[in-house]
């Protein structure tokens, strides 16, 4: 069935250094990736997404990557910062006539030291 | 603009015992979904709506869940009975139709715990 699964379940960085998430999915029919950022006692918010024929998107700070080949997908974070602690999620969406079904990882805690 | 509002935050209540959570979706967005997110786990789909049909509950569990959208804006997810594994917090989001991703808004999430 569907799966988005997590390599890692913590990350501890160093403030001002780069962090990698990483994550598998086995859907290969979905149509996009998307990465979700999700804070203490709130709900999970966008970050980044990328289409399922795109390898590469960049954001403010973010850059996600998306390898077809082997099903992987990543979320890297630069020059990390301690509002950047929080648990990250990817997720993928496939679409369905009128909106998107999305499907969630199980996520990765990131930990900022100072 | 409004994010998306649920209620209550917070609940206990003991097993076999009924609850019901509210959400009012960002005006507009014709989806709105219901995740049940377990501590440590990632939000599981329960329920998603187009404006006020079902388009896909096949995870909610029907012998307890219920969950309608009557006039296709805010929704109302009900529990009962409840069991002590439905313990979790369940978020509600919403997003538009023709959207381009599928970006999901959602709100801060309700809170359960079964005693």
């Known amino acids: 069935g569907e799966n988005v699964g997590l390599h890692l379940p913590t990350l501890s960085v160093q403030e001002g250094d780069n962090s990698i998430i990483n994550c598998a999915y086995s859907?290969?029919?979905?149509?996009?990736f998307i990465w979700y950022k999700q804070e203490s006692g709130k709900g999970p918010q966008f970050i980044i997404d990328?289409?399922?024929?795109?390898d590469k998107r960049q954001g403010q700070r973010v850059t996600v990557l998306l390898n077809k080949t082997v099903k992987h997908l990543s979320l890297q974070i630069a020059a990390t910062q301690p509002g950047d602690s929080a648990v990250y999620f990817c997720?993928?969406?496939?679409?369905?006539?009128?909106?998107?079904?999305?499907?969630f990882g199980a996520g990765t805690r990131l930990f900022v030291k100072a | 603009e409004a994010g998306v509002a649920q209620s209550p935050r917070y609940k206990i209540i003991e097993k076999r015992q009924s609850v019901a959570f509210w959400c009012n979706p960002i005006?507009?967005?014709?989806?709105l979904y219901w995740y049940q997110q377990i501590l440590g786990q990632g939000p599981k789909l329960l329920i998603q709506?187009?404006?006020?049909?079902?388009?896909?509950d096949s995870q909610l569990p029907k012998d307890r869940f219920s969950a309608e959208r009557l006039k296709g804006v805010d929704s109302t997810l009900k529990i009962q009975p409840a069991k002590l594994e439905d313990s979790a917090v369940y978020l509600c989001?919403?997003?538009?139709?023709?959207?381009?991703?599928?970006?999901?808004?959602f709100g801060e999430g309700s809170r359960l715990t079964v005693l």
């Open positions: 997720a993928e969406a496939s679409r369905y006539t009128g909106g998107f079904k999305t499907i």
């Open positions: 859907n290969s029919a979905s149509d996009y």
């Open positions: 990328i289409r399922s024929n795109m």
């Open positions: 005006s507009g967005h014709a989806t």
């Open positions: 709506f187009q404006n006020n049909g079902v388009v896909d």
């Open positions: 989001a919403s997003n538009l139709a023709g959207g381009l991703s599928g970006e999901l808004f």
